[in-house]
């Protein structure tokens, strides 16, 4: 029954509450009947691009929140969340008539709706910050954003295509990935089923039918496995609901693209579940040892979730047997409770009561947002995106300290990212790691159930070598912040002589007043605090001088002898980067550091050959600007244009121990990221091997997930961006 259905079959709020009435007080129906009519009054007139009335994706977007077993004032926020942005109603107003929290969730998820994901990389990464920070004040905010999101791709096709591709891109990238790390599977099921049907549409349907034909061989061996393991629970007395468990379709498009092989491939395109009624975990074990009793188990194909739960809260037991018709066949074994928690995520968890905030469930529920939205304190711009896709939407690993204590984080971390979750002191005192008693080097790459012992020294300090090879963001940003401050006089100097160097190359009078001036409505772009941290920024190479003053002077004296293109209007060239001040100017990617989407970039003018678009960072660059005067004039500020990003073919070169299997595991490490290969060369000198590859890339988020997942193949020594072709020998 749809929304609009009800008004003929029973009230508004029937429908919205549905089987989950009974939860709620009448002073509770009451106050959601309140919310209901003044979304009515205010979305009066407006209608959506299906031409049903607005206030009905209201409805729905509260119906789903119900579902989730969600309080009245979410409820209530969910059938009032656009009613700020879309009918100028203030929080004030909304705080009169429904209290505080409900305007402050209105609020929250107003801001979160206003957020660029599909723009600069700048503008992406401020975009996810003040998602997860609106998360952290009180976590409601998106499971209403989550809702909303949820009714809009269902009705996604009344929509023209270029916004269906958008809507469905943002929503498998942002949404889907944030479903899932808050353990909300039956909403990120759903999120990436319907994004695909707009992302892939020709795979989408395909897959529908080879599923459906597929589905129906397997559901006799299926319902076999059903009827065997209920007559065995039966007769230990045992009370649980055993149910068949299909794979979703994007899950299996996934592991087709992981595995370069078609449906035939996957065995687990069907499973069994067991729920069982009683809330002793311990009746899950001895539902374990029935399974196997019944059937053989597979090896290296069990997870104990129940013994180390995820941290979003995921508990259950998997195990794959050698089931009915001699295939293999995965089985999950966990309680109701644990069911429960299992389809909603944190949602399960949360109980609001008066007077209690949502920040103090939260820290006890989810300890890694809170510790992100502090991290976002100390963290630059640049490294944000990249830093979220691995920690907050990718694949992690569980390790123990001494004491038992379970340690996540993501794939490819190290003991030197190990020691930095512990404590920032260890981190910065870090000498060596044992792991499982045995001393390892500190780029080894953990693995589930490792037992890390960090050694430290009151000697010890950071190297600039580590972040070469640590993952986490927390790692990064203290490695860099220690290695600032212990240089800070020398960076600022040093700082203070390139940018004097870049001023008088340009032909601008060297005024620090003038230049302080200047720079100063940068300084919250490079999250500096004074025009002395900016200079120790130069200094120590996490900004380009050039880049500075070209931004503070975008109007600068040319010395005569450079000759640039005319200068009129911003360029936006279907190359996908947009400079400063050109027009109908030939562009190209410089060859010697790649760029692709999201790397902080610079425009360099060449003689004869329009101009060439280089990282900040890039070492060819910084050598042509400190060996010639007037090289500094001819640099321009660039920036990617979000709406007309290129698709970058990109080289990478992987460093590895040579071992059978090796290069195809690394393909399938490289497709498991959505990266399409073009080429592929290996090389092996003794026991090292060199593989390089050429393959497309959409953005640097997607270039770093492609590194973490090659990063946790058995035997990848190091991994980096290569602008060397297929030449080259591997590392002794």
């Not at 969600?70 to 107003?93: F, N, P, R, Y």
């Not at 590895?656 to 000198?685: F, M, P, Q, Y």
Request: aromatic share 8%.
């Amino acid at each position: 029954m749809s929304a609009h259905e009800s008004s003929d079959t029973g009230s508004p709020i029937d429908y919205i509450l549905g089987e989950h009435r009974a939860r709620f007080s009448e002073q509770d129906i009451a106050f959601i009947t309140k919310a209901y009519e003044f979304a009515r009054n205010a979305h009066s007139g407006q209608y959506r691009a299906s031409g049903e009335p607005y206030y009905l994706h209201c409805v729905e977007t509260a119906r789903i929140l119900a579902e989730l077993r969600m309080d009245s004032q979410t409820i209530a926020a969910g059938l009032l969340h656009d009613t700020m942005e879309d009918c100028g109603v203030e929080e004030k107003e909304l705080a009169a008539l429904f209290g505080k929290d409900v305007a402050a969730l209105v609020d929250g998820v107003t801001k979160i709706s206003g957020l660029q994901f599909n723009s600069t990389s700048e503008q992406r990464a401020e975009s996810i910050r003040k998602m997860i920070l609106a998360m952290a004040r009180d976590i409601r905010v998106i499971f209403i954003k989550l809702a909303d999101r949820l009714h809009n791709i269902r009705t996604l096709q009344y929509l023209p295509p270029e916004k269906q591709q958008k809507i469905a891109r943002d929503t498998l990238d942002i949404y889907a990935r944030l479903a899932n790390r808050l353990g909300m599977t039956r909403i990120k099921t759903e999120l990436e089923d319907q994004a695909m049907r707009y992302l892939y549409p020709q795979e989408y349907q395909q897959l529908r039918k080879l599923v459906s034909e597929k589905r129906a061989a397997r559901e006799s061996l299926i319902e076999d496995a059903i009827r065997k393991i209920k007559a065995a629970l039966a007769q230990q007395n045992i009370r649980a609901e055993v149910q068949g468990r299909q794979k979703h379709l994007y899950s299996i498009f996934q592991k087709m693209q992981r595995q370069q092989g078609g449906i035939e491939d996957i065995f687990d395109l069907m499973g069994v579940r067991v729920i069982c009624e009683s809330q002793d975990p311990r009746e899950c074990y001895t539902v374990l040892g029935i399974v196997h009793e019944l059937w053989r188990p597979l090896e290296n194909r069990f997870k104990d979730y129940i013994a180390c739960p995820k941290e979003n809260g995921y508990r259950s037991i998997h195990t794959t047997v050698v089931g009915p018709g001699g295939g293999p066949l995965e089985i999950q074994i966990r309680t109701r409770e644990m069911h429960r928690v299992a389809e909603e995520g944190v949602a399960a968890h949360w109980k609001y009561k008066e007077g209690v905030t949502g920040t103090h469930e939260l820290e006890k529920q989810l300890p890694w947002l809170r510790s992100l939205a502090d991290w976002f304190k100390e963290v630059s711009p640049s490294e944000l995106v990249p830093a979220l896709t691995h920690e907050v939407l990718s694949d992690q690993v569980f390790c123990f300290t001494p004491k038992g204590d379970i340690v996540e984080l993501p794939k490819g971390s190290t003991p030197v990212d190990f020691a930095f979750y512990v404590h920032t002191d260890v981190g910065l005192h870090c000498t060596g790691a044992k792991v499982n008693q045995r001393l390892v080097p500190l780029r080894y790459q953990l693995q589930n159930g490792d037992i890390v012992e960090i050694i430290t020294s009151r000697t010890g300090h950071p190297s600039e070598d580590w972040l070469e090879f640590v993952v986490t963001s927390r790692a990064r940003t203290k490695i860099r912040h220690w290695l600032r401050t212990q240089n800070y006089a020398q960076n600022v100097e040093r700082g203070k002589e390139l940018v004097a160097r870049v001023l008088r190359a340009r032909g601008i009078p060297l005024d620090w007043a003038v230049f302080e001036e200047k720079v100063r409505p940068l300084f919250k772009q490079y999250r500096v605090n004074s025009v002395e941290d900016l200079f120790a920024e130069i200094g120590f190479g996490g900004l380009l001088a050039q880049n500075v003053v070209a931004k503070a002077f975008p109007v600068s004296v040319q010395p005569p002898s450079v000759k640039t293109p005319s200068r009129t209007k911003r360029q936006k060239a279907s190359s996908g980067v947009i400079v400063d001040g050109l027009t109908n100017t030939a562009m190209r990617f410089a060859k010697c550091c790649v760029p692709v989407p999201g790397d902080p970039i610079v425009a360099f003018v060449t003689y004869g050959r329009g101009v060439t678009i280089h990282t900040e960072t890039c070492r060819n660059l910084q050598r042509i600007l400190a060996g010639e005067a007037t090289a500094s004039a001819r640099l321009l500020p660039a920036t990617w244009d979000g709406d007309n990003t290129p698709l970058r073919r990109v080289g990478i070169r992987i460093d590895c121990r040579d071992r059978k299997g090796l290069l195809r595991d690394v393909s399938e490490a490289i497709t498991g990221a959505n990266v399409l290969i073009h080429g592929s060369n290996t090389k092996t000198v003794g026991e090292k091997a060199l593989l390089r590859f050429i393959v497309e890339i959409k953005n640097r988020e997607q270039l770093y997930q492609l590194y973490s997942n090659v990063r946790a193949v058995k035997g990848v020594l190091r991994v980096t961006r290569d602008a060397g072709g297929f030449a080259g020998e591997p590392e002794k």
